[in-house]
């Protein structure tokens, strides 16, 4: 199988090197000033320990013909990401980003029948040198149809669309699922992309906006009584969202948490605060007594001194709930902090 990893980030070089490991034939697109330091190769420690060399390019002419791309930039990269491999012949596209706009892009170049929902539970930092990174959960990547455009016929491109047994999973979901599953990461092909699309937008906000505030990791958010709380409050508010709209819950009938989901997100938001912070004060400890120091991506570019993708994830999900009618007061306040320190450090650069 042809792989075609966008983005030599943590995310996209945790895929590429266990993806590589496990014998796909993976090529890196990534900027030409990078390209001679990864082609030196790739590796992944912490959860995991592995390396790969493989091939490197900058653009989509070089690229030629791959089965499945996978865009792993960060969301303010996607569209110039997705333009330099415009040339390429691509099976199918994925994108691991988060927020509602995520596919936006290889929609536009590559056609949305091409385009699979996709979101991982995968979190990595860079490590001490170029190409590496670490590991720090391995929890689960989702595939599946979006429903919100329909899956409707497919192109003859070597990947098969057909619907198994009227289920909503297809087979190119369920075949890279499988590559995935090989190397390591644990898959699942789901009825509905857009579903998981959802649910990890919601699922990531919470402990991404309280630990870039407090400058902390997952774990030692879990552990504060404060931070903790103020996660169930943004967690209530931004599950809220999807749900009015149907997506997932009781009127939709379609279950919370997919399969593999770390969290338990199902049952928190049907209790009462306590039954959720017990529950979130057991990740912690789970995470503590391990030794393991997770950063979500928006803390790690706070503490990087980098731009955070503040603006991408929460401002679209605000305008959905302000068209919705929903109030989101916790979740705006942890918006509006994060957007005024970008700004404030912005102005003290100039």
């Known amino acids: 199988m042809r792989v075609a990893i966008v983005g030599a980030g943590a995310l996209g070089t945790t895929y590429a090197v266990l993806l590589a490991r496990a014998g796909a034939e993976v090529t890196v697109v990534a900027r030409p000033a990078r390209i001679a330091d990864l082609e030196r190769g790739l590796s992944v420690r912490g959860l995991v320990e592995a390396s790969a060399r493989v091939r490197v390019v900058a653009s989509g002419a070089e690229l030629g013909s791959v089965d499945y791309l996978i865009l792993a930039t960060k969301a303010a990269d996607a569209d110039a990401a997705v333009a330099s491999v415009a040339g390429a012949t691509v099976g199918t596209a994925i994108s691991l980003q988060n927020g509602l706009a995520k596919n936006d892009a ?15 539970a995968v979190v990595a930092g860079r490590g001490d040198r170029p190409g590496e990174a670490i590991v720090t959960m391995n929890r689960a990547t989702w595939l599946g149809e979006r429903r919100a455009i329909g899956a409707g016929p497919e192109p003859d491109t070597g990947t098969s669309g057909s ?15 499988a590559v995935f599953r090989a190397a390591g990461l644990p898959s699942w092909s789901v009825p509905d992309g857009d579903v998981v699309e959802w649910y990890k937008l919601c699922a990531l906000l919470p402990g991404s906006l309280v630990t870039a505030l407090a400058r902390c990791s997952y774990g030692e958010m879990a552990l504060h009584p404060f931070l903790a709380q103020q996660f169930i409050s943004i967690m209530r508010e931004t599950f809220g969202v999807p749900a009015s709209l149907g997506k997932f819950g009781a009127s939709s009938g379609v279950p919370v948490d997919p399969p593999g989901a770390p969290w338990s997100f199902g049952t928190w938001l049907g209790s ?15 995470q503590a007594a391990a030794g393991q120091r997770v950063l979500p991506s928006m803390v790690q570019d706070v503490l990087a001194g980098r731009h955070t993708e503040v603006e991408a994830l929460v401002g679209p999900l605000l305008s959905r709930a302000r068209e919705a009618g929903l109030s989101l007061p916790a979740t705006g306040t942890c918006y509006r902090l994060l957007r005024g320190m970008e700004d404030a450090a912005a102005q003290r650069s100039r």
Do not use: N
């Not at 290889?106 to 991982?120: H, K, N, W």
């Not at 047994?165 to 087979?171: D, L, V």
């Not at 009462?272 to 400890?285: F, P, S």
């Open 272 to 286: 009462d605060d306590d039954v959720a912070l017990a529950g979130l004060r057991a990740i912690g400890e789970v």
């Open 106 to 120: 290889l929609d536009r170049v590559f056609g949305p029948e091409r385009v699979l929902g996709a979101a991982c």
């Open 163 to 177: 619907d198994q047994a009227g289920t909503g999973r297809t087979e190119r979901a369920a075949r890279l699922a």
